[in-house]
C-alpha cells in the first residue's frame, strides 16, 4: 500500500475526530470557554507528538536545513535593513535613492505616509518575494552578483 494512502487515511481520520470533538464541545467553543487546542484532545495525539518530535529531529534541525534557514535570517534581515534605511532616509542623491528605485512603485513611500506605513510596505514587498528573488536581490545589493 503507497504511503501516500495511508497518510491520507490517517489525515481523514484525525478529521473526522476533530470534527466530532467540534460538535460534541460547540456551545463551549462558540460561548469562548473552550480554551484547548484540538489535537490536544485526540485520542492520538501521543503519536503525534512524537512525530513532530521526530519530523523535526530528523528534518527541520539537520545541519544542513538549519544552514538554509540562517541563511534565509540573514538575507530577509539584510533585505530589510536596507530598505527600511532607504524609506526612512532622506538622502536624494546616494544610495538609498537608487534603493528607493528598485521598490516597486506600489511599495514606495509617498508624500505623507508615516513612518510606520513605509516601513510597512516595505514589509510587503519582501514578505510577498519568493526565496529565490529574495536571494538574487540580496547578491545583487551585496555586490556579489551583477545580475
Known sequence: MPIKYLRA?????????????FLSHEHDLLAGKFDKDSISQSEHFGI????????????????EVVGIQIAGHEVLG??????????????SKGKSELLLKMLPKEYRPVEGDSCYDKLLKVTDYI???????ATTLFQQLKGISLI
Open 127 to 133: 514578505s510577498g518575494m519568493t526565496d529565490s528573488y
Open 48 to 63: 503525534l507528538k512524537e512525530m513532530v518530535n521526530l519530523t523535526k529531529e530528523k528534518v527541520y534541525f539537520r545541519h
Open 78 to 91: 539584510d533585505l530589510f535593513s536596507k530598505f527600511a534605511d532607504a524609506v526612512q532616509n532622506d538622502d
Open 9 to 21: 487515511k490517517a489525515i481523514g481520520c484525525l478529521i473526522d475526530e476533530v470534527a466530532d470533538l
